[in-house]
């Protein structure tokens, strides 16, 4: 069963990205990455991230959507690995890591979604905006590259098809 808490995501009391002391550490600018069997949202990630000096605010929601190569889609399962949690964890970390100056929150929903429910959400706020569309696209590649989980997807003609979001 995928752990369903926040993982490794106290925010920093000042939610700023650096301080007298220099860069404010990864692990403070990951403000959650977890993966989740009830529902996740941008709202909650945006509200994570956002501080005075964020001048960016991106955000990705990856909605289920009614169709997939030409066939009707109805419904999808996700599953995840026993792992899932600490690899979206650590590809958070990695992401922080790689764009210093950006505070980020990342969810995926595992379980029954429907047509246009959100399976993957994340937000990356950033003083500038290039900084956060250059990590929030980072994070959503490295999320679907690496991170296991599958989906099970149903089709309108009573057939069903398991797809992995890795690579």
Known sequence: MPDTTDIDGVAPDSGATSGPAGPTPESERVVFARVSESGVSVEECAAAVEDAGSGAVVTFAGVVRDHDEGRGVVALSYSAHPSAA???????????????????????RVGDLGIGDVALACAVASAHRAEAFAACAALVDEVKAT?????????????????????
């Open 147 to 167: 991170v296991p989980i599958w989906k099970e997807q149903a089709f309108d003609d009573g057939t069903s098809e398991w797809v992995a979001s890795l690579g």
């Open 86 to 108: 600490e690899v979206i964890r650590t590809v958070a970390l990695e992401v922080a890591r790689a764009h210093p100056a950006v505070r980020l929150a990342v969810a995926h």
